[in-house]
């Protein structure tokens, strides 16, 4: 993917920030709270869109969450008041992270690989920027492994890409392994299309 690609996909994004929250709705509350409980110290979150992860957040966090939306950040702002711990928001690139290596002792991303258009490029830089010993956390939508559910989903991945950007079809799980992580915990969810992962670089 290009630089162009990228570049599509954001406008994209800051059109549909508007009404993201009401679209974004694959992921509950409840759901959030539960992969969130378990990011500690020093976070980085990976796609902050709308900031709907900022009230989730534990005591003792600090968080660092980024967007390459200016959009999406303008929307996750407005939702700082929310956060139970300190939250700074930055625009950039999940594909270029501008970190030194191994600073962060969690990464987290929720239903932001299907949009990245790298996906593997933005992994192993959530590989790169997560200590040795971190924690990675990853919520994401991914192709269903049931056959006529999985062809459908590929039909109607491009209808998809070119109205919000987000590819509905990717094997994230495929990805994390080709990126270097090491995946210690998957849990199903909505008919095995949400996972949750639980992972160290």
């Not at 990464?107 to 590989?127: M, Q, Y």
């Not at 919000?164 to 998957?186: C, F």
Request: charged share 25%; with cysteine.
């Amino acid at each position: 993917m290009d630089e162009a690609t990228t570049e599509k996909i954001k406008r994209l994004y800051n059109r549909t920030a508007v009404y993201y929250d009401w679209m974004d709705r694959m992921v509950s509350p409840k759901l959030r709270k539960k992969a969130l409980s378990q990011a500690y110290g020093k976070v980085l979150e990976v796609g902050v869109g709308t900031g709907k992860n900022i009230p989730y957040y534990p005591e003792g966090c600090e968080v660092t969450a980024i967007d390459f939306s200016p959009g999406m950040l303008s929307k996750a702002m407005k939702k700082l008041h929310l956060a139970k711990v300190p939250v700074s928001l930055l625009e950039m690139d999940a594909q270029e992270m501008d970190f030194p290596d191994g600073i962060f002792d969690t990464v987290v991303a929720t239903c932001v690989f299907c949009s990245v258009p790298n996906p593997i490029k933005g992994l192993k830089e959530v590989h790169r920027v997560c200590k040795a010993n971190g924690r990675i956390i990853l919520l994401e939508h991914v192709r269903s492994n049931r056959r006529m559910i999985g062809v459908l989903m590929d039909i109607l991945n491009p209808i998809s890409l070119h109205v919000v950007g987000s590819n509905i079809n990717r094997r994230t799980l495929e990805n994390i392994q080709i990126a270097g992580i090491k995946v210690d915990e998957v849990e199903e969810f909505l008919g095995k299309i949400v996972k949750l992962v639980i992972a160290r670089p």
